[in-house]
């Protein structure tokens, strides 16, 4: 955390005046990152399986997939591999370990696994199923400036259209974060940082 950063120009996206700055701030992570996911690999997709079930992102994919009338199957991070009764065509995993292995064999033979965080501090391992990497750096890191905002396009129509928020459990200041910290409960939405004089 820091009061300033100083940052070239052409890394700042510009924000549509009609989406509110405490909803733009929200748009970087979770709306862009699930946005790019569902567009690169659930092209021609009929089923999807999202672990991570209770996360922020899993909520934006759902609501993205569901949109494109892509049946969705929720799973939390413990998951036993029970009550899944059918192979899906993409398995989003944010968990790794042995819940991110049991969504991989979800996964029809020519289905991918798009692998994406390690909540489970235990790596993916060999699944069987093809894996692709997304990491939202990767990408963003390779995209010449200029075409940065683009990338954001679908994400602000999203936000406009009131889709993709995020739950705020709370605003506090720069200077009341760490107590905030202390006192955060996973799960209660996110604190939202106010920088004030």
């Known amino acids: ?4 950063k100083r940052t070239d120009h052409t890394w700042c996206i510009p924000v549509p005046d009609d989406i509110p700055t405490d909803v733009a701030c929200f748009a970087y992570i979770n709306p862009l990152t699930a946005h790019l996911m569902v567009e690169r690999f659930c092209g021609d997709a009929h089923t ?40 899906v065509d993409v398995a989003f995993d944010c968990v790794g370990g042995g819940t991110g292995r049991r969504a991989a064999l979800a996964v029809k033979p020519d289905g991918v696994v798009v692998h994406y965080g390690l909540l489970s501090g235990r790596p993916l391992g060999e699944v069987g199923r093809r894996v692709e990497m997304f990491r939202l750096r990767d990408v963003v890191h390779a995209c010449p400036r200029s075409e940065l905002p683009a990338l954001f396009e679908g994400v602000f129509d999203q936000l406009r259209a009131g889709r993709l928020r995020s739950r705020v459990a709370r605003e506090v ?17 996110k604190l939202l940082v106010r920088v004030t004089d």
């Open 1 to 4: 955390w820091q009061e300033l």
């Open 173 to 189: 200041s720069l200077r009341g974060l760490p107590r905030a910290l202390k006192e955060y409960r996973p799960g209660e939405g």
């Open 48 to 87: 999807v399986l999202i672990d991570g079930a209770s996360t922020t992102i899993a909520r934006h994919l759902q609501e993205l997939l569901d949109q494109r009338g892509i049946e969705t199957v929720m799973v939390g991070r413990g998951w036993s591999g029970e009550g899944v009764n059918k192979y």
